[in-house]
Nanobody
Framework: QVRLVESGGGLVQSGGSLRLSCAAS????????MDWYRQASGKQRELVAT???????SYADSVKGRFTISRDNAKNTVYLQMNSLKPEDTAVYYC???????WGQGTLVTVSS
């Protein structure tokens, strides 16, 4: 079973940048399609970005042009580069392995105004 561990969250100022990492470990051979989700307090969890095993990406309209999802297969890691952050981006961010349905524990991103 794969285990996912997010890191890189923290407190940033509006307009700033942050890069999240999601490292896969355990009994795995490679990472397939990976998703980034986020959940703000009192809100429904939403899909933010997706990257397939072939490198195709997709984004929620709210983050297009600001966020970039990428992967490093040699490190079994997926990243989320977040630029031009807004207070509305404040949430706990989770990575998910699409095929297995395994979630990471989440990392908190707080954007101050």
């Amino acid at each position: 079973q794969v285990r996912l561990v997010e890191s890189g969250g923290g407190l940033v100022q509006s307009g700033g940048s942050l890069r999240l990492s999601c490292a896969a470990s355990g009994t795995i051979f490679s990472i397939g399609t990976m998703d980034w989700y986020r959940q703000a307090s009192g809100k429904q969890r939403e899909l933010v970005a997706t990257i397939t095993s072939s490198g195709s990406t997709s984004y929620a309209d709210s983050v297009k042009g600001r966020f970039t999802i990428s992967r490093d297969n040699a490190k079994n890691t997926v990243y989320l580069q977040m630029n031009s952050l807004k207070p509305e981006d404040t949430a706990v961010y989770y990575c998910k392995a699409r095929l297995s349905g395994v979630w990471g524990q989440g990392t908190l991103v707080t954007v101050s105004s």
